[in-house]
């Protein structure tokens, strides 16, 4: 079963909007990682984000992390044309268990920015 | 450039074929992971190799094989008893134990079908 679930599944906004997205997950985590895909490409890290931290930047980016409520959210600010992609979340396995090292993925929210 | 290659970028199966997809990796690192996608759904983990000579199963490796001679190379075999091969198909690597939880940095994948 995936670990982390996004929503919402789908999220079409204007230019210059803010689009927010948000995971979900079941087990304690040591971190949380975000990363993006345009259509028919290979993922790319956005940010990792630790259980410890409640909030993280980068650029346009905002992460946050409430671990009491097991959910994070992606926030991208002023958006463009460009960010148009699919995003997903993924939570790795605890150390000691059999799933470490594995990153689980959810099934992602398909960002779409129109100009 | 350190990266991950992926090949060939479009692969056609034939019935009862097995094929074999490429991942190599200059980025020295030592886990590799193959994950398949299936159009609008998150990744899932077919097998992962966290150092040389060394692989486990993943959520769905019946059907598929892989060998790890090389740090640099992680190939993957769809075989003829994976009847629903076609999907998109991702190889990353990430820094792997001790320091396990690590972003993954991924190829840009293979899509392969069915003739």
């Known amino acids: 079963s995936q670990q982390g679930e996004e929503d919402p599944q789908a999220l079409s906004i204007q230019e210059g909007e803010n689009a927010t997205m948000n995971c979900s997950y079941k087990t304690s985590i040591n971190n949380l990682q975000w990363y993006r895909q345009n259509s028919g490409r290979g993922l790319v890290h956005l940010i990792l984000i630790r259980s410890n931290e409640r909030e993280k930047h980068s650029g346009r980016l905002r992460v946050t992390l409430d671990t009491s409520k097991k959910s994070s959210s992606l926030l991208i600010t002023a958006s463009r044309a460009a960010d148009t992609a699919s995003y997903f979340c993924?939570?790795?396995?605890?150390?000691?268990?059999?799933?470490?090292?594995?990153?689980?993925f959810g099934q992602g929210t398909i960002l779409t920015v129109h100009p | 450039d350190g990266g991950i290659t992926q090949s060939p970028k479009y692969l056609f199966r034939k019935e009862g074929q097995n094929v074999t997809l490429s991942c190599e990796q200059n980025?020295?690192?030592?886990?590799m992971y193959w994950y398949r996608q299936d159009p609008g759904q998150g990744l899932r983990l077919i097998y992962y190799s966290q150092i040389v000579n060394d692989f486990q199963k993943g959520d769905i490796a019946e059907g598929y094989s892989v060998s790890r001679e090389k740090k640099e190379s992680f190939p993957l075999t769809v075989t003829s008893a994976q009847k629903n091969p076609t999907a998109f198909y991702l190889c990353?690597?990430?820094?792997?134990?001790?320091?396990?939880?690590?972003?993954?940095?991924f190829g840009d994948g293979t899509r392969l079908s069915i003739l």
């Open positions: 993924a939570t790795p396995g605890r150390a000691g268990g059999t799933s470490y090292g594995k990153l689980t």
């Open positions: 990353a690597s990430s820094i792997g134990q001790p320091r396990g939880n690590q972003p993954q940095h």
């Open positions: 980025l020295n690192h030592d886990a």
